[in-house]
């Protein structure tokens, strides 16, 4: 079913600007760590280990029920689980609503321009000390990203086949998959995903005893150099809504909001729904 999810999911993001289903979902459904639901209409990716569903109708039959009928079956099937709700739509909210669910996290989209290179500097000249990343470094990203997102229920337990799948991806290019070395491995990293004029900081991570260093504006700047290095004007980033730190960050970079993910809950799941970018 990964290629029925991956035509619906290019099919909603083309008409909702966004995708019904993210990226660790479509590794572990290739994988077969979690099932589909439904067909190419509508279709419902589902966690068992999470109780975690994303749901998806494609745009050309919408208004026919097809996502609340199969909102119902999952409900049916799974009892308690907790639901994504990308964009925060309209239709999504209407379906939480009716099934009586809650909203128990917000993630949300900002957005910048990207900033143009300081005067007299390269466009993709990389900050002092920031390079690309090489095959020896993975266990080392690996290792930082585990500390720097150990409260975040989904970044902080990437693999190293979470890893290898997702640099297998037709986006990944190690150029855009940024490091900085540090006296004990890594003390950050910022990875670009590319997509036309709109490019993604997929994720920002800096070592928790590297952090109030400055490291985290360095590597934004870094990934600014590798969005201009692949020709995009737009900067696009998801964040926690309670994360501070990382909002105080990304503002003062010129990011505003864009729109918002929910998790919406139903029944009486406790998973931790975190905190942190």
């Known amino acids: 079913m990964i290629d029925t999810a991956r035509a619906l999911g290019a099919?909603?993001?083309?008409?909702?600007?966004?995708?019904?289903?993210?990226?660790?979902?479509?590794?572990e459904l290739a994988r077969g760590q979690?099932?589909?639901?439904?067909?190419?209409?509508?279709?419902?990716?589902?966690?068992?280990?999470?109780?975690?569903?994303?749901?998806?109708?494609h745009p050309e039959h919408r208004g026919r029920g097809l996502g609340l009928a199969l909102a119902e079956r999952v409900a049916a099937e799974l009892g308690d689980?907790?639901?994504?709700?990308?964009?925060?739509?309209?239709?999504?909210?209407?379906?939480?609503?009716?099934?009586?669910?809650r909203r128990v996290r917000e993630l949300l989209q900002l957005r910048s321009p990207v900033p143009a290179a300081a005067d007299g500097a390269e466009p993709d000249r990389l900050p002092d000390g920031?390079?690309?990343?090489?095959?020896?470094?993975?266990?080392?990203?690996?290792?930082?990203?585990?500390?720097a997102f150990a409260d975040h229920p989904e970044q902080?337990?990437?693999?190293?086949s979470d890893l290898a799948a997702r640099m297998a991806e037709p986006?990944?290019?190690?150029?855009?998959?940024?490091?900085?070395?540090g006296e004990a491995g890594l003390d950050?990293?910022?990875?670009?995903?590319?997509?036309?004029?709109?490019?993604?900081?997929?994720?920002?991570g800096v070592a928790p005893g590297r952090q109030g260093a400055g490291i985290g504006r360095r590597m934004l700047e870094a990934a600014f150099a590798r969005m201009r290095a692949v020709g995009a004007t737009t900067a696009h980033l998801y964040v926690e809504g309670d994360n501070e730190a990382a909002l105080g960050l990304y503002r003062r970079a010129g990011f505003s909001q864009?729109?918002?993910?929910v998790r919406w809950r139903h029944g009486t799941v406790t998973q931790d729904d975190g905190t942190s970018d």
């Open 34 to 57: 979690r099932r589909a639901i439904g067909d190419e209409t509508a279709l419902a990716v589902v966690s068992d280990a999470d109780r975690e569903v994303e749901l998806a109708v």
């Open 130 to 147: 920031v390079r690309a990343f090489e095959p020896d470094d993975a266990a080392a990203l690996l290792a930082l990203n585990a500390a």
């Open 81 to 101: 689980f907790d639901a994504w709700a990308h964009g925060d739509l309209p239709a999504a909210r209407a379906i939480a609503e009716r099934l009586g669910m």
């Open 171 to 181: 986006w990944h290019d190690d150029a855009n998959l940024v490091v900085l070395p």
């Open 258 to 261: 864009w729109a918002i993910d």
């Open 11 to 27: 099919a909603c993001a083309a008409r909702d600007g966004m995708p019904p289903f993210n990226d660790q979902a479509l590794v």
């Open 188 to 204: 950050g990293f910022a990875w670009v995903k590319p997509g036309g004029d709109v490019a993604e900081l997929y994720v920002l």
């Open 156 to 160: 902080g337990r990437m693999s190293a």
